[in-house]
């Protein structure tokens, strides 16, 4: 008989991959994090809990949003809410090294929210991530576009790069996506 400390790994395993089976298409996959070689597991991460998803960009004039969705997200993430900024240089306005993207994110802007590399967002070349957001609403429009995700996984609401954090439809959107059942 094996010792049963030995068979914590594979319970672990198994575990993972039963959950990975019950997550949301829009969850599938990983990304990489903005600091550091790991990767973001998106299902492991977020399933099962509302969502703040944003295309961002360090040089875009809407940057000064980060200030606001990190306010929403401290106010909101005693509830469960979750936010995931996914730079992108779709519009031209992305930092093609990533320290200077974390230098604008966290350093300029105190942003502890997760954030990816830079990623596209739209089009043929379009991560999964942002396919599945644009299937259930449209693709983003441009830099800071906002989609607000239950904890289902189903898109409740997306919000233009006008739209700033303290909006109240927004903010209705987020208290929304906090109510649904997971």
Known sequence: MRAPWLMLPVLGMLSATSWAGDCPALLQGSLPELRG?????LCERFAGKPLVVINTASYCGFAPQFEGLEATYKEYHDQGLEMLGVPSN???????DAENTAKVCYANYGVIFTMTKAQPV???DAIPLFVELASQSSAPKWNFYKYVVDRQGKVVADFSSLTKPDDPAFRAAIEK???SEP
């Open 122 to 124: 739209r089009g043929k």
């Open 177 to 179: 996506a906090i109510a």
């Open 37 to 41: 070689k790991g990767q973001v597991d």
């Open 90 to 96: 779709d519009f031209k306005q992305e930092d093609r």
